[in-house]
């Protein structure tokens, strides 16, 4: 399932290390259950298949705190970009407010093409 999520395009390979990895701990848990069987013995737990669900718990933790890190990180340059537009298009309505009054003709034509004044201090090509 991870493979065919990273075909197309739906999953990122960075997270997809994660979860392979995550998917190989329980897989190699389930055929050698004699490993489970030492850390239970590590941990002090009586019922090693318990130790997988801690495991899960705690994976499934540590996920959810990386993706909220990276959640508010995007939210915070989704915040700066936004202001970032908005001041370019107020400098561009300054711009095109300076044209206006030096300059009556309009800068584009109706096809959205520049008109033949030329922009101050800008060359044509």
């Known amino acids: 399932m991870t493979f065919q999520l990273i075909r197309k395009h739906k999953l990122r390979e960075e997270y997809a290390l994660v979860w392979l990895a995550a998917s190989l701990a329980i897989f190699l848990f ?3 259950d004699r490993i489970l069987a030492v850390l239970a013995g ?7 298949p318990t ?3 801690v495991f899960g718990i705690l994976f499934c ?4 705190l ?3 890190v990276m959640l508010s ?3 915070n340059r989704i915040r700066d970009l936004a202001q970032t537009i908005g001041i370019l298009e107020w400098r561009l309505r300054q711009m095109e407010d300076q044209l206006v009054s030096d300059d009556p003709s309009p800068l584009f034509t109706e096809n959205g093409k520049l008109s033949a004044t030329e922009i101050p201090g ?3 090509t």
Not at 42 to 48: G, I, N, P
Not at 61 to 64: A, E, G
Request: proline letters at 0%; a positive charge; charged letters at 10%.
């Open 61 to 64: 933790v540590v996920l959810l």
């Open 42 to 48: 590590l941990f002090a737990v009586k019922y090693a």
């Open 30 to 32: 389930s055929l050698f």
């Open 66 to 68: 990386a993706q909220t």
């Open 51 to 53: 130790l997988v669900l």
């Open 73 to 75: 990180v995007q939210a």
């Open 122 to 124: 800008k060359t044509r």
